[in-house]
């Protein structure tokens, strides 16, 4: 299993041998909030519409109601759900493209990038964010562009091929910059440390995981600074550095039992018991474990 999870959490059950797991909180975004919460335009105090703006309208309505239901869908988050939004999505792509809404387009085939990507079918991800990135350059619309930069970077990561990975992220972090958004840029930097990581880096990685920290720490974002902690225990582990890895895991603990992650809190207290066992102190592992036996029978 892969020690870092890529846009989402799982549950973790007992483990044997206590191995370790990242959380790597990715800017793989569903831009669906785009879509669903957008209402119809041109709608003042006229007293007739042209035909075909009346028809506009009611493609434009048709769409986003296809757009809700796709994304009430992928909330629930099963394999039969997400075909199902993979439907409803695709009708409410044909319909932006009969109105011409470039920008819908691009939300639209950016969500269903993400669908394929959480289905496990990379390839067509690839196919739909590439069809999204063309649209927001077309646009100039640097934000969506670097948005689904970081969502091909997260694909090729997890296929593996951490150069290509690299060179997405690479491409995303200036454009976050630049129109500045802080939180697509400490993701971006997070998950930059995180191929780093892979790569046997470690410096390299510690240097991006504390970047990103720094910026949770502005937005007083305590999810993404849990993440980011959790990170860097990692990495000090991996570097043989034990105390160092536990002062990074206890921030992390109080901060995902804060914002109540539980699945996150039951992957640190895994990480806490590994570093436990490494120095040997067997009473606080065994206390370790037991609490992470309450988690998988809750």
Known sequence: MNRCAKSQWAFWCLLPNFTRYGLIFSLSVVMLADAVGATPR???????QQPETTQQNATHAAAERFSQDGFKLYQQG??????????????ALKLWQQI?????????????????????????????????????????DRRGEATTLNNLGTVYDDLGEKQEALKYYN???PLHRAVGYRGGEASTLNNLGSVYNDLGEKQEALKYYNQALRLYRAM????????????LGIVYDDLG???EALKY??????LFRAVGYRGAE?????????????????????????????????
């Open 266 to 298: 039951a992957t640190t207290l895994n990480n806490l018991g590994k570093v436990y066992d490494d120095l040997g102190e067997n009473r606080r592992h065994s206390s370790t474990t037991t609490k992470l036996y309450l988690y998988s029978v809750q």
């Open 171 to 173: 491409q995303a972090l």
């Open 241 to 243: 550095e034990k105390q």
């Open 78 to 91: 099963t394999a039969e759900s997400l075909r199902q939004a993979i439907v409803k999505l695709q009708e």
């Open 220 to 231: 007083s974002d305590r999810r993404g600074e849990a993440t980011t902690l959790n990170n």
């Open 42 to 48: 041109n709608r003042g105090m006229q007293i007739a």
């Open 249 to 254: 895991y206890n921030q992390t603990l109080p």
């Open 100 to 140: 011409d809404d470039k920008s819908q387009q691009a939300t639209t085939l950016n969500n269903l990038g993400k669908v394929y990507d959480d289905l496990g079918e990379k390839q067509e991800a690839l196919k739909y964010y590439n069809q999204a990135l063309l649209l927001h350059r077309a646009m100039s």
